[in-house]
């Protein structure tokens, strides 16, 4: 019972992740199956573009959630970190309570698209309340999270502070990486130079 609820507890922490790469798997081999269908077998299969444009949206705006819950989308913060830690901080609070309102926002509109939708695509004859749903679905995550980060900001500091530095550590990673590839180059180049 207890292995049953901690699967279950990591299946929700991830149910974006999830989404975004079945449907991610389902395009691709979507995509595939009808190039092989049309180059080796001359006979194309509409119904596979449509069900990888419909994979497409679960993957822009699902994974656009998971990325966002992970503070993975780029950010310039250039003038932010040469900001004092408090007004960081501050700022910050005041663009998550922005993304609550702009997600929500969204939200609902995505939410009105979908339950206005009344076109069918042409080969499959699937409504397009099924590629529509991703929208609503993305943002409406993305909201949960932006109010959940918001809280956070003001009951745990430190979680908060840490979100927004973990992507710092994946930058002095690609910095290390930099400077073993310029050490190659300047041995190559000295090899280069000794045996003219």
Not at 64 to 93: C, E, V, W
Not at 95 to 115: C, E, P, S
Not at 154 to 160: C, G, N, R
Request: glycine residues 6%; aromatic residues 16%; hydrophobic residues 45%.
């Amino acid at each position: 019972m207890e292995k049953c609820k901690r699967y279950l507890k990591w299946v929700i922490l991830h149910v974006e992740e999830i989404i975004a790469v079945m449907a991610l798997a389902i395009m691709t081999t979507a995509i595939f199956y009808n190039v092989l269908m049309r180059y080796l077998f001359r006979n194309p299969t509409a119904w596979a573009d449509e069900l990888a444009m419909i994979c497409l949206a679960y993957v822009t705006f699902v994974g656009g959630a998971a990325a966002y819950k992970r503070n993975l989308h780029f950010g310039i913060d250039i003038l932010l970190d040469l900001m004092p830690s408090k007004l960081r901080t501050f700022i910050r609070q005041a663009v998550n309570f922005a993304f609550i309102i702009l997600f929500g926002y969204v939200t609902y509109l995505g939410y009105d698209l979908y339950k206005g939708a009344v076109k069918i695509f042409n080969y499959s004859g699937w409504s397009y309340k099924i590629m529509d749903a991703a929208l609503p679905l993305g943002f409406l995550s993305m909201t949960i999270y932006a109010v959940y980060f918001f809280i956070q900001s003001f009951t745990d500091k430190e979680a908060f502070r840490r979100r927004y530095e973990q992507s710092y550590e994946e930058e002095s990673v690609d910095g290390e990486l930099v400077r073993a590839s310029e050490e190659i180059f300047r041995n190559h180049t000295k090899e280069g130079g000794e045996d003219k």
